[in-house]
């Protein structure tokens, strides 16, 4: 007799692995540099409780930009493949992720309620900086899935 299997039990555990993975793969002393280079440029007078808020924001939006990379590694690799072989990540994210991209930026920002104290010239410079990070970041979590695959 068939068994039912439980795919939302599996994809739990998938979601949990891979977040798993992502804390150990993670580069976390290259978060220095971006606070230090891209970050704290732009909030240096602020007070210390608003760059506190937008440092979260930015941790909290390169982590899960890393962790979208790695979860459409293989969607990006098949892309990859159908179209050339030695396009940079970089490019297949613009032309393929990049709507999600921006809706990951505004949901981050949204979570930490950023809109409604910031001018607006200092929300677009903190969504210009989130959309590039997404971008690094998410080639970086592709570019690290599809490493850990070849050694497997």
Not at 48 to 73: F, H, T
Not at 125 to 133: A, P, R, S, T
Request: aromatic content about 14%; overall charge neutral.
């Amino acid at each position: 007799m068939g068994r039912l299997i439980p795919f939302e039990t599996l994809r739990a555990a998938y979601e949990e692995g891979l977040r798993d993975r992502a804390l150990n793969y993670f580069p976390w002393d290259e978060m220095d540099e971006i606070k230090k280079k891209q970050v704290f440029p732009l909030v240096r007078y602020w007070s210390r409780v608003k760059q506190n808020i937008v440092l979260e924001a930015v941790y909290r939006l390169v982590y899960d930009a890393y962790v979208w990379g790695m979860r459409s590694a293989k969607a990006a690799r098949a892309i990859r493949m159908h179209q050339s072989s030695d396009d940079p990540w970089e490019r297949i994210y613009s032309k393929n992720f990049t709507e999600d991209g921006y809706d990951l930026v505004k949901s981050c920002l949204a979570q930490f309620a950023v809109e409604h104290w910031l001018d607006e010239r200092s929300l677009t410079e903190i969504y210009l900086l989130g959309e590039g990070l997404v971008i690094h970041w998410f080639c970086q979590g592709v570019e690290m899935e599809c490493r850990r695959c070849q050694k497997r």
